[in-house]
């Protein structure tokens, strides 16, 4: 896949193309299914399949939103390679680009650099400023200009629409298990390992002190997760919290026990996978209710990723 950051550097490339545009946060399954039919078609057609995404992400831009994104723009670039697309250009989305309207965008960017043999976009994109670009107007334009257009209709499990917001919305509630089937995968975060207040170890049950590059960490708690360390995959519990049995005010952890490692992480960059919230974050009366608790999470954590295993 080629990664373009500039769409003049777009002449570079073979064209006409098959085209989707979105934000694409979560490559969820909706996301999955759109930006698969294009490179279905594009392959049918004999020509490239590409990809119009944005970052920063517009809604942090135009509405000063404090939305907290699924994934990094590293993270969405992976996923979106894995569907097979030949082109993924990333547009930087500033406020001069916001100013654009729907016509602007269609005739200065899109047709002139784009050049679109197809569009396809989701139920609910718009783009432009205010929202004054949709699939009427582009479909309009593409009379005029010579490329066709379809909306995609939305994609629904027991339901429910797959979006984005409704994956954040499940994730800050601990439903990790939703948000993966609306995902396609479990959710992960990826991050570097820092040193620790070395508690775990002094209990005898050593963890893994993540700094996360994401910006949504799931609600507080203990999960049965995986840690993926390089090209290797561990089984892992891991709490997110602010250790209230040591700490008044202390500052959000992601700490992971692993099981069947033996090394030094320091400074190493790993993806934690979410599979199953096992409960609350709580206060403990004593440093042995404390490890009586995590022996108990460890044990849990076990049979949930057994059972996985089990069942994939």
Do not use: C, W
């Amino acid at each position: 896949m080629k990664i373009v950051r500039d769409y003049r550097e777009l002449d570079k490339f073979p064209h006409p193309r098959v085209v989707t545009i979105g934000n694409f946060d979560g490559v969820h399954i909706g996301h999955q299914k759109l930006i698969s039919k294009s490179v279905k078609e594009a392959r049918e057609r004999n020509i490239p399949s590409l990809v119009i995404t944005f970052y920063p992400h517009p809604r942090k831009v135009f509405a000063r939103s404090g939305i907290k994104l699924l994934t990094t723009i590293d993270q969405k670039i992976e996923l979106i390679e894995k569907l097979g697309v030949d082109i993924l250009l990333i547009i930087n989305f500033t406020e001069e680009f916001y100013e654009l309207d729907g016509r602007e965008f269609i005739e200065r960017i899109l047709v002139p650099y784009i050049k679109p043999a197809k569009v396809n976009i989701g139920y609910d994109f718009r783009f432009g400023r205010a929202g004054s670009g949709d699939y009427q107007l582009l479909d309009k334009m593409g009379e005029k200009y010579d490329f066709e257009v379809e909306e995609l209709p939305p994609v629904m499990i027991d339901g429910e629409i797959i979006s984005s917001s409704s994956i954040r919305k499940y994730l800050l509630n601990g439903k990790v298990r939703k948000a993966a089937a609306l995902l396609g995968r479990e959710y992960f975060i990826d991050g570097k390992i820092i040193p620790g207040k070395g508690r775990g170890k002094s209990l005898g049950i050593p963890t893994a002190n993540m700094e996360p590059y994401n910006e949504l960490i799931p609600l507080r708690g203990v999960y049965a997760t995986r840690f993926q360390h390089r090209e290797k995959i561990y089984p892992s519990v891991t709490n997110i919290g602010f250790n209230p049995t040591f700490e008044k005010e202390g500052k959000l952890s992601i700490e992971t026990y692993v099981f069947y490692f033996d090394g030094n992480l320091y400074d190493e960059e790993v993806r934690l996978h979410f599979v199953e919230r096992i409960r609350d974050e709580k206060k403990f009366s004593s440093p042995e209710e404390l490890i009586e608790t995590i022996r108990n999470d460890i044990k849990k954590a076990k049979e949930i990723l057994e059972n996985e295993a089990d069942n994939g």
